[in-house]
T-cell receptor, first 114, second 113 residues
Framework: NAGVMQNPRHLVRRRGQEARLRCSPM?????VYWYRQLPEEGLKFMVY????????ESGMPKERFSAEFPKEGPSILRIQQVVRGDSAAYFC????????????FGNGTRLTVT | QKEVEQNSGPLSVPEGAIASLNCTYS??????FFWYRQYSGKSPELIMF????GDKEDGRFTAQLNKASQYVSLLIRDSQPSDSATYLC?????????????FGKGTLLTVNP
């Protein structure tokens, strides 16, 4: 049973470039959650998606960040025009229908903006 | 603003001892509480969750919850060097879902052989 799969594990981008982070949920899971862990900070909720729908994006920065979870394929977290402050570890979790299961996180993508 | 506070440590204990990790939270309406272990450079790994006042035991781990004091703790018995990691306390304020967790910054635990 594969867990939540994230790729790439490490991503380096120059300021102004775009970053795309991918998350494949566990088999049978239709709910995806993205969290960000800034250096020396706790994990912070960003967004909750179901297939083709954004359910809660209250933790997403207002600009440059977007997320999707298409009918087919992985969930994508997209960061446009990256800045150094976007350097962080981005973690994805998934759950089956019904959202009371404890979250299990993927291995994360560590984004470094140079 | 809802907050979860943890002593950043490092907390250093000898092998075989009991490690006690503490967490306080500000939102009195919080419903469920989680402990995650995170090794350096790795993802958070769920080790315990607790919903009701009192103790919950799982192997060498015991979670303790006191909602009146807004306090949750994790005890690790017979600590092993492999337990050396950062322990994250997470709190969920919602009675209907578990996805929007508020995390503390974590306590670094070092178990010395």
């Amino acid at each position: 049973n594969a867990g939540v799969m994230q790729n790439p594990r490490h991503l380096v981008r120059r300021r102004g470039q775009e970053a795309r982070l991918r998350c494949s949920p566990m088999k049978g899971h239709s709910h995806v959650y993205w969290y960000r862990q800034l250096p020396e900070e706790g994990l912070k909720f960003m967004v909750y998606l179901q297939k083709e729908n954004i359910i809660d994006e209250s933790g997403m920065p207002k600009e440059r960040f977007s997320a999707e979870f298409p009918k087919e394929g992985p969930s994508i977290l997209r960061i446009q025009q990256v800045v150094r402050g976007d350097s962080a570890a981005y973690f994805c979790a998934s759950s089956p229908a019904g959202i009371n299961s404890p979250l299990h996180f993927g291995n994360g993508t560590r984004l470094t903006v140079t | 603003q809802k907050e979860v506070e943890q002593n950043s440590g490092p907390l250093s204990v000898p092998e075989g001892a009991i490690a006690s990790l503490n967490c306080t939270y500000s939102d009195r309406g919080s419903q469920s509480f989680f402990w995650y272990r995170q090794y350096s450079g790795k993802s958070p790994e769920l080790i315990m969750f607790i919903y009701s006042n009192g103790d919950k035991e799982d192997g060498r781990f015991t979670a303790q919850l006191n909602k009146a004091s807004q306090y949750v703790s994790l005890l690790i018995r017979d600590s092993q060097p492999s337990d050396s990691a950062t322990y994250l306390c997470a709190v969920n304020p919602s009675p209907s879902s578990n996805y929007k967790l508020t995390f503390g910054k974590g306590t670094l635990l070092t178990v010395n052989p």
